[in-house]
Structure formats: structure tokens, C-alpha cells
């Protein structure tokens, strides 16, 4: 069986189906119930209490924070949060769940109908894609296979943390609209500090249920849950195996079965792991031991007054005050930290007396981005700070140095640091702007290589560029391009 939906022949006949469910843990210091600390990688069971571990005849109490971050979540979404929610038992036995149940929210959630818009693909327009609800629910601990040999044994640090789970409708018909959703959503979690979106980490984990259907059928198929997705790219691989796999089966005549099945990134491939439980099964009732979920609607107004520039909005803004392109726009915003990186080199440029956005926003995704991306860095990590980067453009702007010899002095600052105008004055970098130094320059070009010469005066305006960058390499690039370009075009057109 073909693991690639563009591989196997009888996918065009088909329609995917896709729905998430996101498990966000929320940013709080304490957890949902109790005032052990949440903190990520403490020794095994260090973090644990009577409540958290479900004693008998301990009572939660709910942490305020996590009914706030909610509240910022649903909001956010463009969801409706309700002012009467409930908690309930949803009961079902693993090693890793103490109490036997795990606290949750079932038939009245915190927020519910909300939504999000998604840009799969540039030359599409957005896409809805509908969000059920937000849920508030504790985590369970964590089933640990390692350390003993031929034994397991359970942390239980995680438990009680304070967890939201996020439904999407089934409204995702691709892996690439999965993992632009899942892009989408962790960048607004991360916009308003209430998760940290780490997937490795386990912070913001995603169940993707799947099902395939003939196209233009209304009827959704048999749907499948996949565990164990702990990168977007993943997701979107086991996205395609499955849809692969549920096609094989029922172009073979086989029936797909409903089932939770366990992703293997190494191998590229699923097992299943047990049949998929409905609501019934887990025998949900109200939680005796706390009181309904009030929330006033001054509360939510307080809670929205605190809430920060978000990204769609904040893409807008970069579009009007900054004059950049949608996909710039889009690209710096999908990160917070990277935005604010890119504003403050804006900022600095225009202190220099040398505003260019757009050349600003050229150098951080570019250079500086794919150099972070290829040490594996996050822009919090970079090496080059804003100052010296905004330096660097205003000193491009200004006519000082030219791209090309920017690029060398980038490296310098990345592996060396420095300031870029000593890096220029110390090494001889200053661009040329004597006209008579590149006249010298293009005339000798223009001697060496006469049949390009030629062909530029047949008609051929390539070759143009050739003879640009033969200029450019005999002054070692710090000819100005725009003089280069205006002596050359003259001497050219003169001899015609």
C-alpha cells in the first residue's frame, strides 16, 4: 500500500475528511486543582500531592487563571463563551490516571461555535474552518517504558494539569489544511502566553480523526483517530497514510473499521491501538465535587481588554504601517518573537535616518532566517542582534556597502559578532561610488567579452545581467549595482 496520497491512483475519487483535536496545557504556575507546580522535566513524581493523586476525601478547587486563559482562547477564535459551563466525570481506567476518571467538560463547555480562517495555499482564498468548542480538562500522568528493565512505571508530575482541548468541525479536506490550522492555532495559544505550543515537549498535542469518502457524497465515512502525533509534520504524513489506507481497503472490498490507531514516525506508518470509544462509553455524570461554571459577562469584557495584538491583526497592521506584501506579512507573524524582531530592525533603521521595511523584512525572513533554521535556532537564540542587523540595512540603504558585500559582513556577525561599520572599515568594504573607478571597470568588461556585447545589441537583454555581474566580480562587489547598471546601459546604447 502507497503511503503518499499523490502516489496512489484512486485518491482522485475520493475526499478526505479531517477533524482535530487539539490538547493545549495551559501556562499556569499551578495546577487545575491544586497548587502543585507545573513545571516541565522536574525528577519523576516530585510534583505531585493528595489532590493531584486522588486520595480519598480530597476536594479540587478550581485555579482562577485557567478560567481566564480560556476565556482569552475562546475569544480569540472568534468563539462564544458561555456563562453557565459545567464539569463532569469521564471515566475509563489507565495506569497513568489515578483517580479512575479524569475531570472534564461535556455537555455544557466553556466556549463553543467559534472558527478560524486558514490560507492553505497563496492563489486560494481563506477557508473557514469551524471550531465546536473549548473544553477545560485535566491531564493525565504519563506511562513511562524506560529506566527498568522489563518494567513500566508511571510519573504522575503531569497529572492535573490543566489541559484545553480544542475541537475542530470536520471542515479540513487536506493534510496541508491540518497543518495550516495547527500553524494557525499554536501561533494564537503562543500570542496569548497561555500554552507554550511545544509539541515535542507534549504541551500542545493533536488526535487527528480521518475518514475518506467518494466525492460528492454528503454521508461521512468511518472515521479513525490517530495518537501519537507529536510534530505538525507528522500530522500531515499520518494525515495522507491514512487516507491511503482507508481507500486500499475500500477499493479492496474491505470495510474500515473504527478505531484509535498509534503513528510511527520512523516507520512512517500506523498500528492500531484499540477500538474508538463514543461519548457513551466513558459514562460521562456531572462532577459531585465542584459547583457549576459561572462566569458574569464583565469578567469576559475584563479579559478581552487584556488581550494582546493577535496575529491576523497584527499581519494587517504590518501590511499598512510597513507597506509589505501579504506573504511577508504572513511569514513575521507566525511568530510573535519574530514580528517583534522585525518591527524593532524597522524602528532602528528609521532611527539611523535609512527607513526600508521591506528590505528589513528581506534580510530577517531571508538571511537571517534561513541561518536560524539551518543551526536550528529560534529568533530568541539569534546571534545578530537588532541593532547590529538594522545597522547592516540602514548601511545597504545608505549606499555605504552593497548587497552582495552585506552578505559577508552577515557571516562575520553571525559566527564572530561585531559592529558592521567596523567590520566595513577594518576589512576595506565600502562600497564604490566613483564613477570613474567603475567606468574603468565596465570598459574593461566590455573589451573581454565583445560577442556578449554583441548579442546584447541584437536584442538579447539576458545578457545584460552577465555583463552586471563581470563588473560587480572585477571591483570584488563593491561597485554600486545602480551606477554599475546606469554606466553600463549608457556605454552600451552610445556604441549602438
Not at 34 to 49: D, K
Not at 379 to 406: D, E, F, R, T, W
Amino acid at each position: 500500500m502507497s503511503q503518499d496520497m499523490s502516489s496512489f491512483a484512486g485518491t482522485d475519487r475520493y475526499e478526505i475528511v479531517v477533524g482535530l483535536e487539539v490538547h493545549a496545557q495551559m501556562r499556569t504556575q499551578s495546577k487545575i486543582f491544586c497548587g502543585c507546580p507545573t513545571r516541565f522535566g522536574a525528577a519523576a513524581n516530585t510534583q505531585i500531592c493528595p489532590v493531584c493523586a486522588a486520595f480519598p476525601g480530597v476536594l479540587p478547587v478550581l485555579n482562577r487563571e485557567v478560567v481566564n486563559m480560556a476565556i482569552k482562547t475562546g475569544l480569540a477564535i472568534h468563539g462564544q463563551v458561555r456563562l453557565l459551563s459545567e464539569f463532569s466525570r469521564k471515566n475509563y481506567f489507565y495506569p497513568d490516571l489515578p483517580a479512575g476518571y479524569q475531570i472534564s467538560q461535556y455537555e455544557l463547555p466553556i466556549v463553543e461555535h467559534g472558527h478560524l480562517l486558514i490560507t492553505p495555499t497563496a492563489d486560494l482564498p481563506p477557508k473557514r474552518i469551524g471550531i465546536t468548542r473549548i473544553h477545560i480538562e485535566v491531564d493525565a500522568g504519563k506511562s513511562m517504558h524506560e529506566g527498568i528493565q522489563g518494567a513500566s512505571w508511571v510519573d504522575l508530575n503531569r497529572t492535573g494539569t490543566p489541559l484545553m482541548e480544542i475541537v475542530s468541525e470536520p471542515d479540513l479536506r487536506s493534510a496541508l489544511e491540518a497543518g495550516e490550522y495547527l500553524k494557525k492555532l499554536r501561533a494564537i495559544v503562543r500570542y496569548l502566553g497561555v500554552c507554550d505550543g511545544n509539541m515535542e515537549e507534549g504541551s500542545f498535542r493533536c488526535d487527528a480523526n480521518v475518514s475518506v469518502r467518494l466525492r460528492g457524497e454528503s454521508r461521512l465515512g468511518t472515521r479513525c483517530e490517530l495518537k501519537n502525533l507529536n510534530s505538525i509534520r507528522n500530522v500531515m504524513r499520518a494525515i495522507d497514510y491514512e487516507a491511503v489506507r482507508q481507500i486500499d481497503l475500500i477499493e479492496s472490498g474491505e470495510r474500515v473499521i473504527q478505531e484509535s490507531r498509534l503513528w510511527n514516525a520512523d516507520l512512517n506508518s500506523s498500528r492500531s491501538m484499540r477500538g474508538k470509544e463514543d461519548a457513551h462509553d466513558y459514562r460521562y455524570f456531572p462532577e459531585p465535587d465542584l459547583p457549576p461554571l459561572r462566569i458574569s459577562a464583565a469578567r469576559i469584557e475584563s479579559v478581552a481588554a487584556s488581550m494582546p495584538e493577535l496575529p491576523d491583526a497584527k499581519a494587517t497592521r504590518l501590511q499598512t504601517e510597513y507597506q509589505l506584501s501579504e506573504y511577508d506579512a504572513g511569514v513575521l507573524t507566525a511568530s510573535q518573537a519574530l514580528a517583534d524582531y522585525f518591527e524593532a530592525v524597522a524602528r532602528y533603521t528609521a532611527e539611523l535616518g535609512h527607513p526600508n521595511p521591506k528590505m528589513a523584512a528581506n534580510w530577517v525572513i531571508g538571511e537571517l532566517g534561513g541561518r536560524l533554521n539551518k543551526d536550528n535556532l529560534e529568533i530568541q537564540q539569534s546571534p545578530i542582534s537588532v541593532q547590529q542587523l538594522g545597522k547592516l540595512v540602514a548601511m545597504i540603504q545608505q549606499g555605504v556597502i552593497s548587497g552582495k558585500i552585506a552578505k559577508e559582513i552577515f557571516e562575520t556577525l553571525f559566527t564572530d559578532g561585531g559592529d558592521p561599520q567596523h567590520i566595513v572599515e577594518q576589512k576595506g568594504l565600502q562600497q564604490v561610488t566613483d564613477s570613474a573607478a567603475i567606468e574603468e571597470a565596465v570598459e574593461q568588461v566590455l573589451a573581454t567579452y565583445p560577442e556578449d556585447v554583441a548579442q546584447y545589441r541584437a536584442g538579447k537583454g539576458k545578457v545584460l545581467g552577465f555583463l552586471v555581474g563581470q563588473i560587480m566580480k572585477a571591483t570584488q562587489g563593491k561597485a554600486n549595482p545602480a551606477l554599475v547598471n546606469q554606466l553600463l546601459r549608457a556605454k552600451l546604447d552610445k556604441r549602438l
